[in-house]
């Protein structure tokens, strides 16, 4: 199957730091999401960018598909920000249909 | 929209206990899947639905069962739960031809 490797894996930085997180996968893919887990364990979109550059106020994320990386930037930092963050993919090709793989996830915590 | 719903939030079953992790949505996705997620790791696929009738097995399907029945619901049977599906469970959708998906808020389940 298709391998996801996220890194940094641990990420502990002070309020009002910028951040670059990034995800790397073996197979070409037409689905990449990026999600945040809450500490509540509560799994929150992100994006949805299989390929390009997106933006959502202090969050934006750039996936070069032909490369097989995608960048997630955190730009001044908030403690509301702390969490595991995950890449996940979807294979393309018919077998991998709707089938989400995931990233060990980068865990990010920030302090005040 | 509710979005996708889980039930209940948190469980606590005794070795060879069965029960029933339900799951619904109000958006019309004709895809549906299960999720686990074990400490310190991403999720993985258990089983998933394209649709009323369809179901198939993911990457860890062993000890599980699944119907679907209705669009809307998507519940997940544990016939004799072990200490080894100690887990939290997340619920997923998303329409076909939209590679975008949503979770639901997960279901914390620990088995004695």
């Known amino acids: 199957g298709i391998q996801v490797e996220q890194s940094p894996p641990d990420l502990i930085l002070q309020e009002g730091a910028n951040s670059t997180l990034r995800c790397n996968f073996s197979?070409?893919?037409?689905?990449l999401q990026w999600f945040h887990q809450n500490p509540w364990g509560q799994l929150i979109n992100l994006f949805y960018?299989?390929?390009g550059t997106k933006q959502n106020g202090r969050l934006s994320a750039t996936t070069v598909a032909t490369e097989r990386y995608s960048l997630l930037y955190i730009s001044s930092s908030q403690t509301t920000d702390s969490g595991v963050y995950f890449c996940a993919v979807e294979r393309a090709g018919g077998t991998s249909y709707g089938k989400l793989t995931f990233g060990q996830g980068t865990i990010l915590t920030v302090h005040p | 929209n509710a979005g996708v719903t889980q039930t209940p939030k948190f469980q606590v079953l005794k070795t060879g206990q069965s029960m029933t992790l339900q799951c619904a949505q109000d958006m019309n996705h004709e895809y549906m899947s299960w999720y686990r997620q074990d400490p310190g790791m991403g999720l993985r696929l258990i089983h998933y639905s394209v649709g009323a009738g369809i179901t198939d097995q993911g990457e860890v399907p062993n000890g599980y069962n699944v119907s679907r029945s209705t669009t809307e619901d998507f519940p997940l049977r544990l016939l004799s739960a072990a200490p080894s599906q100690t887990s939290v469970y997340f619920c997923a959708s998303r329409r076909l031809g939209v590679n975008e998906q949503f979770f639901g808020p997960g279901t914390r389940l620990t088995v004695l």
């Open positions: 197979d070409s893919v037409n689905n």
């Open positions: 960018i299989p390929s």
